[in-house]
């Protein structure tokens, strides 16, 4: 069964880059798709974006910003995420994408149970 | 950007109640429509894909259906671990996947 994990600082200071990383278990990230997802205090679910062996995709409302990558020697992919506002406040999800290894389905399962990470001075 | 809106945004329900969510899409997605259920604190949980599928081991009380702009969510009788907030997403534009807003159901 896999399984996944978020990982990374909790605060972030505004215009720095904040970098958060997935730990996939029970699985291989060879095959897949694999997204951050954010969800704003009090608002609603966002896409940020999927990277895979085959490359990437991100939501155009966030691109100059994201880059996500996939680790070399464990199971884990991250995202990182530059300058940014109170507005990145978010709890981050990282998720599957049931997709084949070389385009993205946008069906998520499963997700990681997420982490919190606030921006501010 | 294709815009999905839910309603009710939020429900009160019993245990043993039939609950009906809707989910409508600013321009035809095809069957292209999942739907989530998220408790606080844990991992949200892929429900239904493709608008009327259910993922493997969802209960059979779930069910989806609707197809190009309009979709429901319904629950057939309500369990107490089905008080959760409920989403739908559209797959349909891979430039973008885009979330509703969100339907919470709370106990009577």
């Known amino acids: 069964q896999v399984q996944l994990q978020e990982s990374g600082p909790g605060l972030v200071k505004p215009s720095e880059t904040l970098s958060l990383t997935c730990t996939v278990s029970g699985g291989s990230i060879s095959n897949f798709y694999w997204s951050w997802i954010r969800q704003p205090p009090g608002k609603g679910l966002e896409w940020i974006g999927y990277v895979s062996y085959s490359g990437t995709s991100y939501n155009p409302s966030l691109e100059s910003r994201v880059t996500m990558s996939l680790g070399m020697s464990q199971n884990q992919f991250s995202l990182r995420l530059s300058s940014v506002t109170a507005a990145d406040t978010a709890v981050y999800y990282c998720a599957r994408d049931l997709g084949t290894p070389y385009y993205g389905s946008g069906e998520f399962d499963p997700w990681g149970q997420g982490t919190l990470v606030t921006v501010s001075s | 950007d294709i815009q999905m809106t839910q309603f009710p945004s939020s429900l009160s329900a019993s245990v043993g109640d039939r609950v009906t969510i809707t989910c409508r899409a600013s321009q035809s997605i095809s069957t292209n429509l999942n739907w989530y259920q998220h408790k606080p604190g844990k991992a949200p949980k892929f429900l239904i894909y493709?608008?009327?599928n259910l993922r493997g081991g969802v209960p059979s009380r779930f069910s989806g259906s609707g197809s190009g702009t309009d979709f429901t969510l319904t629950i057939s009788t309500l369990q107490p671990e089905d008080f959760a907030t409920y989403y739908c997403q559209q797959s349909y534009s891979t430039l973008i996947f885009t979330f509703g807003p969100g339907t919470k159901i709370d106990i009577k």
């Open positions: 493709a608008a009327s």
